[in-house]
Structures are given as C-alpha cells and as structure tokens.
C-alpha cells in the first residue's frame, strides 16, 4: 500500500519510538516500520523533498534522519515523478473549508498522483478545520471532498494499521 504519511502523523509515530543500537548507529523503530520492511507499506514523497523538509521541522529532525535512512533502506520510501495538481474549483471549495496550509496541500498533491491515493493524518485539517471533534469522520467535509472529488481516502494512523494487519 503506497500513502502519504503527514507530519502530524510522524510526530504522533515519534512520540515514543523504541531506540536500540544497531551496528554502532542509533536505530528507531515505530508501528509502521513491520509493514515498511515487509513491503506492505511504502511512503511517498515529492520530487523536490519539501514533505521531509515538513517532517524535519515538525518532528525530531535527527529522528526524522535516522527514520528515512532506514526507511529508504528497506524500500520504505518512494519518490513520484511529479505532485499533482488540484483543480481550481477544488481549491476553492478546501479554502472555504478552512483547509489552507501550504504543507497540508502539499501531502494531497503527492496523493493525487500515487496509485493507492491514501494521505494518513492526525490533523483535524484533512477531516474538519473548523471542528476538530470530527477527526477521523470520513464524512467530515475535506475528508469527503478529497474522496468524491480527488478519489483520495484519508485515514489515521489506527486504521491504516488495522488495514495492513487484515491485509
């Protein structure tokens, strides 16, 4: 499954990632790396990397580096050709709805064009800007948007790792 991890969703994976030396070089390792390193989960990036630029600034930069490293390593991670590009009608709707950071739409350009179309989030943004009490609802309006007009399915970190163990 190839997805779009936010950085809210990194920071949340970071909050307690269990540290051990591996080869003289500090190792971290998160829920997600059993999928990463048996292949059921890639990660994608833009081209230009400004999605890792996000994720350093966000969360433990050194973290960050030795998660990528390893990630990398282990065909975690994925690079598309070019980020998408959302139409102006759609952007005009995820302005309405509050959905304006530069980085949020970022993460949604990399999905459009990604074969699975799947941004993972902790951030109300991706479901309801306006009332955060609907994270997670994927009826909540950027959530649906996304879906019925970008066929882009956004899930938490929970659920996509309820959908790999099934799967």
Do not use: Y
């Not at 390193?37 to 580096?65: H, I, Y």
């Not at 509050?98 to 999905?111: E, H, P, S």
Request: hydrophobic share 40%.
């Amino acid at each position: 499954m190839d997805v779009v991890l936010d950085s809210s969703s990194l920071n949340h994976l970071l909050r307690s990632p269990r540290k051990r030396r591996g080869g003289g070089q500090e190792e971290f390792e998160c829920s997600i790396d059993p999928f990463i390193n048996s292949g059921k989960l890639r990660l994608a990036l833009d081209p230009a990397r400004a999605l890792v630029d996000e994720w350093r600034q966000t969360c433990d930069s050194e973290a960050v580096q030795v998660l990528i490293t390893q990630w990398e390593a282990n065909n975690g991670i994925f690079v598309v050709d070019a980020a998408g590009k959302i139409s102006p009608a759609d952007t005009k709707t995820l302005k309405s709805l509050g959905f304006n950071d530069t980085c949020d739409k970022l993460v949604v350009r990399i999905a459009l064009v990604t074969d699975d179309r799947i941004i993972v989030s902790e951030d109300s943004d991706f479901w309801d800007p306006k009332t955060k009490a609907n994270r997670g609802n994927k009826n909540a309006p950027v959530a649906r948007l996304l879906r019925e007009a970008m066929e882009i399915t956004v899930l938490g970190l929970a659920i996509l790792i309820r959908k790999l163990d099934q799967g």
